[in-house]
């Protein structure tokens, strides 16, 4: 049973270009979350998706960033003209339902984003 | 605004020792406390959990502790070994909610 699959594990970017990073959940769950995480810091709650729809995007910057999680695919996170700051790990999770009787969420391995 | 403070920032354990970390929160309407383990270059993975209702749930050598006066909680390691070197972060969710609240994370390294 596949766990979270995110790509790609590494990318870089000048600044100014676009980032795309995916993510597919597990098996059988429909709620995705992304997480960012900067270095010597704890995860930071950006956006929850469920299928076709964003539930809750609070703590995704307002202008750049985007995600989705389409019907059919992979969710991802889009970040437009990035800049150095952005450089970071995003981390996607997933999990079968939201809260419930142990909200676990289930994380990949990560993207790790360096914009030069 | 900080909401879950984690320390020490960085750990250092002789093997068979027992490592604790700690973290304290400022929300009352948390009322589950997970603890995450992260290896280089991979994601975090949950460890362990507990709900207020309880003052202290064991998993095999880990342990959480939670006091709910003092809004804080904290992990045991016992018997600590060279494979648990990783970092730990504590997080903190409120009731019906998904947005977890992460510590900064505590660096342990557990040296033979």
């Known amino acids: 049973n596949a766990g979270v699959m995110q790509n790609p594990r590494h990318l870089v970017r000048r600044r100014g270009q676009e980032a795309r990073l995916r993510c597919s959940p597990m098996k059988g769950h429909s709620h995705v979350y992304w997480y960012r995480q900067l270095p010597e810091e704890g995860l930071k709650f950006m956006v929850y998706?469920?299928?076709?729809?964003?539930?809750?995007e609070s703590g995704m910057p307002k202008e750049r960033f985007s995600a989705e999680f389409p019907k059919e695919g992979p969710s991802i996170l889009r970040i437009q003209q990035v800049v150095r700051g952005d450089s970071a790990a995003y981390f996607c999770?997933?999990?079968?339902?939201?809260?419930?009787?142990?909200?676990?969420?289930?994380f990949g391995e990560g993207s790790r984003l360096t914009v030069l | 605004q900080q909401q879950v403070k984690q320390s020490p920032q960085s750990l250092i354990v002789q093997k068979g020792g027992i490592s604790i970390i700690n973290c304290a929160y400022e929300n009352t309407a948390f009322d589950y406390f997970p603890w995450y383990q992260q290896f280089p270059g991979k994601g975090p993975a949950l460890l362990i959990a507990?709900?207020?209702?309880?003052s202290e749930k064991k998993e095999g050598r880990f342990t959480i502790s939670f006091n709910k006066s003092a809004k804080q909680f904290s992990l045991h390691i016992m018997d600590s070994q060279p494979g648990d070197s990783a970092t730990y972060f504590c997080a903190a969710r409120g009731a019906g909610s998904y947005q977890l609240t992460f510590g900064k994370g505590t660096k342990l390294s557990v040296i033979p």
């Open positions: 999770a997933s999990s079968p339902r939201t809260g419930g009787d142990t909200g676990e969420l289930f």
């Open positions: 998706l469920q299928k076709e729809n964003i539930i809750d």
């Open positions: 507990i709900r207020p209702d309880v």
